[in-house]
């Protein structure tokens, strides 16, 4: 049973922005009470926690992409979404959302690549 839905990628050029979605079903619990992370996958590597928004909105981001990305939520409409800027060719990959704290199934993703 897919939780989350991911939206918003696509082919970007090098130094260029996206803003990925993610939405919680309404039957998916009480949304605002979770911390939300963004993930991301390349071919032939593991998942990564790239940025985490905790339910009172403090932020966590990892190195690569800290000053890049920026996350937030909107609890009104279930939503988190990853604001991209800067795009690097490793920033290509897979993204998911999902609770760090409690994992649920994941989602589809949205495919992000960057071209030279």
């Known amino acids: 049973q897919v939780f989350f839905e991911e939206s918003g990628g696509g082919l970007v050029q090098h130094g260029g922005s996206l803003r990925l979605s993610c939405v919680a079903p309404?039957?998916?619990?009480?949304?605002?009470?979770?911390?939300i992370g963004w993930y991301r996958q390349a071919p032939g590597n593991q998942r990564e926690l790239i940025a985490r928004?905790?339910?009172?909105?403090?932020?966590h981001y990892t190195d690569s992409v800290k000053g890049r990305f920026t996350i937030s939520r909107d609890d009104d409409r279930n939503t988190v979404y990853l604001q991209m800027t800067d795009l690097k060719l490793e920033d290509t990959a897979l993204y998911h959302c999902?609770?760090?704290?409690?994992?649920?199934?994941w989602g589809r993703g949205t495919q992000v690549t960057v071209s030279p």
């Open positions: 999902n609770r760090p704290s409690s994992v649920v199934p």
């Open positions: 309404t039957t998916g619990g009480i949304f605002k009470f979770y911390g």
């Open positions: 928004i905790h339910s009172d909105g403090e932020t």
